[in-house]
């Protein structure tokens, strides 16, 4: 879900230049007045929580605190509903976000930079990325709070016990896990984007923007054939060690005759019990059990979430991932986008693709 949240995220802001612009239903004149409402909103949002959680926090262990936690995180939960919702509104209900942008970058309009996104991209849901991360941060307090409290229940029942993380460390995952993890592959496609066009542009190539968007495909099937080998340095892993319960994971897959590149560790300082599996092909395809899963769960509930990985190679959900990245691209190309790329296409590139001067062809074409 988090990953559909941050890419629906990233989708508000990419269609919205296929999109006319509207006053929105609350238009606001100065555009000034209309940014300050934007980001005001957001910080009034991640202080909120942040106060709410310290509340919170010095309660732990007080009556009716299981009622509290829950509102308290049904909030967190539309909150990141809300990030990128606000996003759009800003966008496309009048707060004049896209021209502020606009204006922060007009430098693109002009020269080899012409047909850049990725710095517009990073300037637009800029604002929206660090909400999500001040989401981390306001919802700290509580959570190292019910960590401490659940160390004592780990004590009477024999249980190992970890500190809870400093918030370094709860950054230092997230923004691995959220941002490098799964919006990586994502920004990796569109910066190339730019860096293909850039080098056309600067080569005096004509129609550099609309070729570099011809490269994306390419590029993005490099990046979804390789990626499991920079995502899995994205995030710390180790190789799982020969152990009982790895030869009984590896009879699992040859009983299932699912093919993979190894069985892997996944570092969280204790904070998470999860697992995961990437890679589309066997060469390149890891399945992650997170420390603290291995450490809390018999062999059995491990071999079950191992099995429960598998299921997702075996029924191809990996491969519906691609399918909706593909649809997330198209419809964030929007119809203008394409139908440039078709004008492009009728224009001639075969004529004088390289040229230093502005023949009477490229006026016409562009």
């Known amino acids: 879900m988090v990953l559909l949240q941050l890419l629906l995220t990233l989708m508000i802001w990419m269609s919205r230049s296929a999109t006319p ?16 409402i934007f980001l005001g909103v957001y910080l009034e949002m991640v202080v909120g929580l942040r106060l709410w959680s310290v509340r919170l926090a010095r309660r732990i262990g007080g009556r009716g605190l299981g009622r509290s936690m829950d509102r308290f995180n049904r909030a967190m939960e539309i909150a990141k509903y809300f990030v990128p919702v606000w996003l759009g509104v800003a ?16 430098f693109l309009n002009h020269g080899p930079f012409r047909g850049l996104e990725f710095p517009q991209l990073v300037i637009g849901v800029g604002p929206a990325l660090l909400a999500w991360i001040g989401l981390w941060w306001a919802d700290y307090p509580a959570e190292r709070a019910f960590r401490e409290q659940s160390m004592v229940l780990d004590i009477d029942q024999g249980l190992s016990v970890h500190e809870p993380p400093s918030f370094a460390t709860v950054f230092q995952n997230n923004f691995r896990l959220q941002i490098l993890f799964m919006l990586g592959p994502v920004l990796m496609i569109l910066l190339s984007h730019d860096l293909v066009t850039l080098l056309l542009a600067v080569s005096h190539v004509r129609h550099a923007d609309n070729l570099g968007m011809a490269t994306m495909p390419i590029v993005a099937g490099l990046i979804y054939l390789f ?8 995030v710390p892993t180790e190789r799982l060690p020969d152990s009982p319960i790895r030869r009984r994971l590896e009879n699992l897959c040859r009983r299932a005759k699912i093919r993979y590149r190894d069985i892997l560790v996944w570092k969280t300082s204790n904070s998470l019990g999860n697992a995961m599996v990437m890679g589309l092909f066997p060469r390149v395809r890891y399945i992650l059990m997170s420390d603290l899963l291995l450490e809390r769960m018999t062999d059995d509930q491990i071999e079950a979430v191992f099995a429960h990985e598998m299921g997702h190679v075996v029924h191809r959900h990996l491969w519906w991932i691609v399918a909706y990245l593909v649809l997330f691209f198209g419809v964030a190309a929007g ?8 004008a492009a296409l009728r224009g001639g590139w075969l004529s004088g693709l390289i040229t230093d001067e502005p023949t009477a062809a490229a006026i016409l074409a562009d």
């Not at 612009?21 to 300050?36: E, F, I, K, M, Q």
């Not at 966008?91 to 007009?106: P, S």
């Open 335 to 342: 119809p203008l986008k394409v139908e440039a790329l078709r």
């Open 21 to 36: 612009g509207v006053d929105g239903p609350l238009y606001v004149s100065s555009r000034r007045v209309g940014v300050a």
């Open 227 to 234: 990626g499991p080998e920079l995502l899995r340095r994205a």
């Open 91 to 106: 966008v496309y209900g009048g707060l004049q976000w896209g021209g502020a942008v606009d204006h922060l970058t007009r």
